[in-house]
């Protein structure tokens, strides 16, 4: 059987990681600036989680939700503490994209409305109403097209104002730093409108932290530049590490109902002993305060190259705008400078690397993104 072939691949096979560095098979080390499309927050390869999920597997891996699970519940209060969110509730799933779907059944079944309100240029994963959510045409299947969505322009409250006070909106659902859609950020305003509109009329506001949150941004999520509390966060990638696992912040104002959500294998044991031990490395290493500084760092030396028209992004979720297609400047920093990086469109590098990297890692980035242009 041949793999079913969907992704555009770099004929590279990585098979080692530690930190902040990447090995293929033939030995050459890459620096990784991508994380694995944002996925590693704590380096690859961390002792301390490679013992603890160890541990947890050689003990028990997994049981189903029917019987009590005291990780999940050191889990919810752990994160509740580190994120500021303490009062309310937490629902695990196994990626981004359920986190989001969940998030607006769960807003569907508290207003019975069916109307929901997405960005230009979002990405909310592909399942089907996230992927409905999602601004992209190309990956909305015809059986996803029901009609649920309106897009409208980031920031524009007033388009968003028009929609909301007719009454029938269900939720609004947000990046605050749009990943896919090139870094673009979310202001203080328009977020602030969002929530007055949003509570005037019983609208569900929900954040999509899963690219932008869990201490990428400088802060633990990125909503939190901006003074806004949302009804319902997503949170995934960074969340475990690279174990597949997902999650949903749900205000006190949501009451659970036995059997209205479920899944099998979101929560489980072994996602769990790993989300634990990426939160005692978030806190033993401080690398929400780690991404703060290096991020701020990169970002203010990057703005001094000329090549660059814009730079984005806050903490270590930096956008790098050019005039032209990036396609051959990414090219070349992988295959002569060996530095993974992400892209968004054809005009955006974007820089996601782990949130433990250091002022010598990035100043080694620096000098191996500036012999591009030696
Ligand atoms: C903002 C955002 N939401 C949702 C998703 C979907 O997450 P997953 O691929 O884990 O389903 C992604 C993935 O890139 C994302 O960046």
Wanted: glycine residues 10%.
């Amino acid at each position: 059987m041949k793999l079913f072939d969907v992704y555009p691949l770099f004929d590279i096979n990585i098979v080692k990681g530690k930190g902040c560095q990447v090995w293929d098979e033939e030995g050459t080390q890459y620096l990784d600036l991508y994380g694995g499309h944002a996925v590693i927050s704590i380096g690859h390869a961390h002792p301390h989680y490679v013992r603890k999920i160890s541990e947890q597997v050689a003990t028990l891996g997994f049981y189903s939700n029917s019987v009590i699970n005291k990780l999940q519940v050191e889990l919810a209060e752990r994160l509740g503490k580190v994120s500021g969110y303490e009062e309310y509730q937490f629902f695990l799933i196994n990626s981004g994209a359920e986190a989001n779907e969940n998030a607006l059944k769960l807003a569907s079944f508290y207003n019975g409305r069916t109307r929901i309100l997405a960005a230009e240029k979002a990405f909310h994963g592909r399942t089907s109403l996230a992927v409905e959510a999602t601004h992209n045409p190309k990956i909305i299947a015809p059986i996803n097209a029901n009609g649920h969505v309106t897009y409208l322009p980031l920031n524009d409250l007033s388009a968003w104002k028009s929609e909301i006070e007719k009454g029938d909106v269900c939720a609004v659902i947000i990046e605050c730093i749009q990943g896919v859609g090139g870094i673009r950020m979310v202001t203080k305003d328009f977020l602030k409108g969002l929530r007055e509109l949003c509570d005037k009329y019983n609208t569900v506001l929900i954040c999509d932290e899963i690219q932008c949150g869990y201490g990428r941004s400088g802060k633990f999520f990125a909503h939190q530049h901006l003074g806004v509390k949302p009804d319902m966060i997503t949170v995934a990638k960074g969340i475990a590490n690279g174990f597949p696992m997902g999650g949903l912040l749900i205000s006190p104002k949501f009451e659970p109902v036995y059997g209205q959500l479920g899944t099998t294998f979101g929560g489980n044991h072994l996602a769990c002993s790993a989300a634990l031990a990426v939160i005692d490395v978030m806190e033993e290493e401080n690398l929400v305060e780690n991404a703060a500084k290096v991020g701020n760092y990169l970002m203010d030396e990057l703005k001094k190259f000329p090549q660059i028209k814009e730079v984005r992004g806050r903490g270590l979720m930096i956008g790098l705008e050019f005039d032209e297609p990036i396609k051959e400047i990414r090219t070349r920093l992988l295959k002569e400078q060996h530095v993974f990086t992400g892209v968004s469109g054809t005009n955006v590098i974007r820089l996601l690397p782990p949130l433990c990297l250091s002022m010598d890692e990035a100043n080694e980035f620096l000098n191996r993104f500036r012999k591009l242009f030696a």
